[in-house]
């Protein structure tokens, strides 16, 4: 590639059109219809896209260990409010939240235009059926309380199941955010055969 096509790329990746055009992009693919079934109420997806595509990014650079987790948690709350009646459970926000920022990080645009692998070491892993029951197997001093469900998941059950996944990353070298990646593809391929497709 010569210096020109460069160039090029990088107004393209600046323009601001572009940019949004990717995070909604990255909306609609991090939160399918699949991730917010049951949860109390419909229009809850496109509720959730709606807001994750309105987030300004921007914002987020430059928080750390002790920044973030405020900032999230107001996003978290803005979301939660901004979701139908029935269906405003901070499960359900904090889940399309965290599936948004997990795909916006995977995503080279916004990752490279926003800064986002800063970020890596203290996004979230996606709380769900799933990850909670691989959680759960390796919960060896018994910390964990049952899963609720995504609509029943309290701030404080949730702080204690990623506590669990950033001890386990740590373990295992890499950021828990990145653990779903793992547990994916075997424990849902049998969840979808069985037709329990529904992440609760």
Request: charged share 25%; glycine share 8%.
């Amino acid at each position: 590639m010569n210096s020109g096509n460069r160039s090029a790329s990088y107004l393209t990746i600046m323009r601001d059109d572009f940019m949004r055009a990717i995070q909604r992009k990255v909306a609609v693919s991090a939160i399918p219809a699949s991730a917010m079934r049951g949860q109390g109420a419909r229009g809850v997806v496109r509720a959730a896209r709606d807001y994750v595509t309105s987030i300004s990014l921007d914002a987020a650079k430059g928080l750390g260990e002790d920044t973030f987790g405020p900032w999230l948690d107001g996003q978290t709350e803005s979301l939660r409010k901004a979701l139908p009646h029935g269906a405003r459970g901070f499960g359900t926000a904090r889940k399309a939240m965290n599936l948004f920022l997990r795909d916006a990080l995977y995503n080279r645009y916004l990752s490279q235009h926003y800064s986002l692998n800063a970020l890596e070491d203290w996004l979230e892993i996606p709380l769900d059926s799933i990850t909670a029951a691989e959680l759960t197997k390796r919960d060896e001093s018994r910390l964990l309380a049952p899963w609720p469900g995504v609509r029943r998941v309290s701030p404080s059950l949730s702080h204690t199941y990623q506590a669990l996944a950033r001890a386990i990353g740590k373990s295992e070298g890499i950021a828990r955010v990145h653990l779903d990646a793992y547990w994916w593809g075997a424990e849902r391929r049998d969840a979808w055969a069985q037709g329990k497709n529904e992440l609760i």
